[in-house]
């Protein structure tokens, strides 16, 4: 009897929770479709899922536009080129930010863009624009390049010379020490890939046999890369040489990037054809290649500004200057080759 | 009755056949007229199939074996233990599957604790993990189908001079077959979509259906291959949910009676130390890897360098980035998970009614189209919404309810799985009873099935909660402004360099173990000990 009288009370208690827990369901649930559903006024911008720009920046956006900013993230560069590409005059945003040259022709070819030539693409921006018919459907906004990463603390403690180019690592001195990304999964492994296919056109896979021989680990992204397996990584892991940017060392300054063979990676903004607010889209991509957003673009994003004489953050100009010269391809050859590329990559990998 | 078939079907067919087959469409209507035959041949569909199916089954023998000691554990100890197990067992479950490969790249990893395995970037290191986040289906299965069982038989057994171990073959193990298969099917199945898990773990080097339709949609942007793909996966679940039907015995719809634990004693006390050291070390290990590295991101050097620790990742939760903090993502992620628990709840439990109601054919039929949409890439269930949405006027395209309403079609095969089984074990003869003195419908479902059955609603709905809230995977290509969620904040965090942005990835990952342990708690505690298939 007693037993049964316990289990009725936990059976109560239960019925009540339950009960409890569906309304509070219910009232959150009605407090939330409350939120307004106007949509003049707003501009909406679909982006990556790294994109970060300070509060203070998006305020003054607003104030200066009279325009309230939604953000909308999409995944990574690839997934957000993508998404805009499969349907092409029906947007779900009116603007696009994160496409870079290495996926720019997707929604070219796919006619998801909007031509406008920006009134502020000036002060050396307008030299990363694209070419040919895509030159006004994509304005760029920063640069990021990708460079080979090597641990220069962890060399002078073994009292090594560091390698100080792309074509030491093939060297059997540096035999097992470097880490690079699988390009059909990550960015800057696509960013590295394609160096090497600029800097030896006829060689590039004789290059890459060479890597293999020397014993190259591949990752998958550049998160495990560079934090796991990179010694001057947050992990502190094995490897002293590792793909990654020109601007890393900016965060971990024991670290120095190769600057003779980076491949430059621009990113771009746009109006998407057929978007609600395209007036609203087109002081966005303005505002982008403003003096603020350029200013916060190092720190909010690790990339640097296009547009000449942006002040950098004090430990970019010490420690992660710009490459002077970047090997560079074409946004076409890109999309034209990217798939047999990778595949030849593959099978020289071995993967 | 009607409504009870109509409204499921509505849904499957809204929010995922619709979209679905608009993909499909798209692919051959771009295809330059290259066949299926064509396009499985070009993607290596059948080395990829095998493979798939290979680390599956792989994983899913290491999830049995891994969690069989949980399981006697669950089935032997005090009430209060066997709750805490449950818990323990059920936060992996819901981890973003970036984290899980994160941390156990640092286990096994050169320079961590189980480096010497050698496991690092092998096949291993993936059946491991999967191991990890799918051992809950099983100890929540088969543990409380065990704990619940009528121990008489096994104890006549014994009185009539059978060993412990011959009337645990003969009496116990018979009747845990059904639940053990059920468990199998489902982890097989998570293990055959799972995608961030080999994405990390296998290093690009080991490639299944699932991250081979990623690649082909978003690397090479090769639509009809990835549908090519994503229908050789369709099928495959097809297969393996049919199979399992016809494979599981018809569990005994007997109402579940509360066992009274037996004191442990001699070896079953030793036993159960090992079996919770096990658990323990299983299960707290990786995820106390992530709760090390939210303080110390800095994992090489001297512990004692007071530099190395920092609080920085717990500071920043409350720092606006693009004007939201963690914080107020994680309220966007609940609130989006609860609007998703209500539909799914809807969905799920009108689905069992009409799956308890019917027989046959039909019956594996609706068994199979309740599972399937845990089955398909969430590559092609986000294009397929991104087509669809564009053909729509901007004002549906634009509904709030679109993300909970991808997380609920996630979320509704785990709530049928869990109700289905509670509205079976309902005697039959009560609702007779009750019709026949004259009861309405309605009243038999008010007075009889629903005071016996609403435990499982309270477990089925903080399942949909938890795994609308962890999904990420199908909410990325529906995202709208302001639906950042929990999982995609953690993968921004961890695409920065320095220690503050790892701090932070790992605080807000143990924000989420953190909500999600809450809802784990309030569900076990309404569950207490009454058994339930999940």
């Known amino acids: 009897m007693q037993r049964w009288g316990r289990q009725q009370r936990g059976q109560r208690w239960g019925r009540d929770a339950v009960t409890i827990a569906l309304g509070a369901v219910l009232v959150a649930s009605l407090a939330s479709a409350c939120g307004s559903s106007d949509t003049s006024g707003e ?7 790294s994109f970060a720009l300070p509060d203070s920046v998006i305020a003054d956006f607003e104030k200066q536009s009279g325009l309230t900013l939604k953000i909308a993230k999409s995944g990574d560069a690839g997934q957000l080129a993508s998404t805009i590409s499969l349907t092409p005059g029906r947007p779900k945003a009116d603007a696009v930010y994160g496409i870079d040259n290495t996926f720019a022709s997707r929604p070219v070819s796919a006619n998801a863009l909007e031509a406008y030539r920006s009134p502020a693409l000036t002060g050396g921006a307008q030299e990363y624009s694209l070419t040919g018919a895509a030159k006004d459907q994509l304005t760029p906004v920063d640069r990021g390049d990708v460079c080979i990463n090597v641990d220069t603390a962890w060399f002078a403690q073994r009292n090594i010379p560091a390698p100080t180019s792309v074509n ?41 046999r060479a890597m293999r021989t020397n014993d190259v680990s591949v990752e998958a992204g550049w998160d495990t890369g560079y934090n796991q397996q990179f010694s001057g990584g947050e992990g502190k892991g094995p490897k002293p040489i590792v793909v990654s940017y020109a601007s890393s060392p900016a965060a971990n300054p024991a670290t120095k990037a190769l600057l003779d063979s980076c491949f430059r990676q621009v990113e771009y903004v746009g109006v998407l054809r057929g978007a609600a607010n395209t007036e609203g889209a087109k002081k966005l991509v303005d505002f982008m290649l403003g003096e603020q957003v350029q200013q916060a673009l190092p720190d909010s994003m690790y990339v640097y500004p296009v547009r000449d004489n942006t002040p950098l953050p004090e430990s970019w100009a010490k420690n992660a200057p710009l490459p002077e010269s970047t090997v560079e391809l074409s946004a076409a050859s890109i999309a034209k080759n990217r798939e047999s590329w990778q595949q030849q990559w593959r099978t020289i990998m071995g993967r | ?81 066997s709750t805490a197990l449950m818990v323990l067992v059920t936060v992996p479950f819901v981890l973003p599957t970036v984290v899980v490969g994160m941390a156990f790249r640092a286990l096994l990893g050169r320079g961590g604790p189980l480096a010497g395995l050698g496991w690092d970037g092998s096949v291993w290191s993936i059946l491991a993990a ?9 100890v929540r299965v088969v543990g409380s189908v065990w704990r619940t069982m009528d121990p008489r038989a096994e104890q006549a057994a014994r009185t009539l001079g059978a060993t412990p171990w011959r009337a645990f073959r003969t009496v116990v193990l018979p009747r845990l077959a059904a639940p053990v298969l059920a468990s199998s099917a489902l982890v097989f199945l998570f293990c055959a979509s799972s995608f961030g898990v080999v994405l990390i773990l296998g290093n690009g080097r080991w490639q299944t259906l699932e991250t081979a339709i990623y690649t082909q949609a978003i690397g090479y942007f090769d639509i009809p291959a990835a549908v090519a793909l994503s229908m050789v996966q369709i099928v495959l679940v097809v297969i393996v949910v049919g199979a399992a039907r016809v494979l599981t015995p018809r569990t005994e719809a007997v109402a579940a009676r509360s066992a009274v634990p037996t004191p442990l004693a001699g070896l079953r006390a030793v036993g159960a130390a090992g079996a919770t050291v096990w658990a323990v070390v299983l299960l707290v290990g990786p995820l106390a890897v992530v709760a090390l590295r939210s303080v110390r991101p800095t994992s090489g050097g001297s512990v004692t360098d007071l530099d190395s620790w920092t609080l920085s990742g717990y500071r920043s939760l409350t720092e606006s980035v693009n004007g939201e903090t963690p914080l107020q993502t994680l309220q966007y992620s609940a609130i989006s998970a609860l609007w998703a628990t209500v539909l799914a709840m809807t969905v799920g439990l009108l689905g069992a009614l009409a799956l308890a109601r019917s027989r046959g054919a039909v019956a594996t039929v609706g068994a199979g189209l309740a599972l399937l949409p845990l089955g398909v890439s969430a590559v092609t269930v986000g294009f397929g919404y991104l087509v669809v949405l564009a053909s729509l006027p901007a004002e549906v395209a634009a509904w709030p309810g679109v993300v909970p309403a991808v997380q609920a079609l996630i979320a509704a095969p785990i709530v049928i799985r869990i109700i289905a089984p509670a509205l079976a074990a309902v005697p039959t003869s009560l609702r007779h009873a009750a019709a026949s003195l004259g009861a309405s419908p309605w009243r038999v479902w008010r007075t009889v099935d629903l005071p016996l059955i609403w435990r499982s609603l309270g477990v089925a709905t903080a399942f949909a909660f938890i795994i609308a809230l962890g999904e990420f995977g199908a909410t990325g290509f529906v995202a709208r402004p302001g639906t950042t969620t929990l999982p995609v904040l953690i993968g921004s965090a961890l695409n920065r360099p320095g220690a503050d942005s790892l701090a932070t990835a790992m605080a807000c990952s143990m924000l989420l173990i953190a909500a ?19």
């Open chain 1, 168 to 208: 030491d690592l093939t060297d059997p001195r540096y035999k097992g020490e470097t880490v690079v990304m699988d390009p059909a999964t990550s960015s800057p492994g696509m960013g590295f890939l394609l160096a090497t296919i600029a800097q030896f056109p006829a060689d590039w896979q004789n290059y890459w």
């Open chain 1, 43 to 49: 501009v909406t911008l679909l982006t990556h899922d």
């Open chain 2, 516 to 534: 999600t342990a809450v809802v784990v708690v309030i569900m076990e505690s309404l569950r207490g000990v009454e058994g339930s298939e999940f």
């Open chain 2, 130 to 138: 999967h191991a990890f986040l799918n051992v809950a289906v099983i």
């Open chain 2, 1 to 81: 009755m009607g409504a009870i078939v109509v409204v499921p079907l509505l849904f499957l067919g809204v929010f995922f056949v619709w979209p679905v087959g608009a993909l499909i469409r798209r692919a051959f209507d771009v295809s330059d007229g290259a066949g299926l035959g064509a396009l499985l041949a070009r993607t290596d569909a059948w080395g990829l199939l095998g493979f798939t199916l290979a680390q599956a089954a792989g994983s899913t023998v290491v999830a049995l074996l891994v969690a069989a000691p949980i399981v006697w554990l669950v089935a032997v100890a005090a009430p209060r233990w």
